[in-house]
């Protein structure tokens, strides 16, 4: 069974930083991408980044693009999200994804469709 779990949010103020971590058991994704996504109550889940295997082919939302950074430890078949420059906005569930698909097919990566599975979520609110 494959799980994919979230940690590392939380309470912040605006202008800090935060790392989200996401941990996968049950199988390892050599060489398929995992990403984040986030949704604010009322809005729908929407792409913040995504990552390739090798962790050298990256691709963010423009809203995060310069604040955040994704990157990715095979060995412990992990992604993280650092996240800086935290705005109130970024208040969200953030949720980790992970993909079958062997490659980064960079155009389906903000698609949730592309995912195969999904954490259950990890909140982090920023307070202005």
């Known amino acids: 069974q494959v799980q994919l779990v979230e940690s590392g949010g939380g309470l912040v103020q605006a202008g800090d930083s935060l790392r989200l971590s996401c941990t996968a058991s049950?199988?390892?994704?050599?060489?398929?991408?995992m990403g984040w996504f986030r949704q604010a109550p009322g809005n729908e889940r929407e792409f913040v980044a995504a990552?390739?295997?090798?962790?050298?082919?990256?691709r963010y939302a423009d809203s995060v693009k310069g604040r955040f950074t994704i990157s990715r430890d095979n060995a412990k078949n992990t992604v993280y999200l650092q996240m800086t420059s935290l705005k109130p906005e970024d208040t969200a569930v953030y949720y980790c994804?992970?993909?079958?698909?062997?490659?980064?097919?960079?155009?389906?990566?903000?698609?949730?469709?592309?995912?195969?599975?999904w954490g259950q979520g990890t909140q982090v609110t920023v307070s202005s």
């Open positions: 994804a992970a993909a079958r698909f062997i490659g980064f097919p960079y155009d389906s990566l903000p698609r949730r469709d592309f995912y195969d599975y």
């Open positions: 990552v390739s295997y090798s962790g050298g082919n990256t």
């Open positions: 049950g199988r390892t994704f050599t060489n398929s991408p």
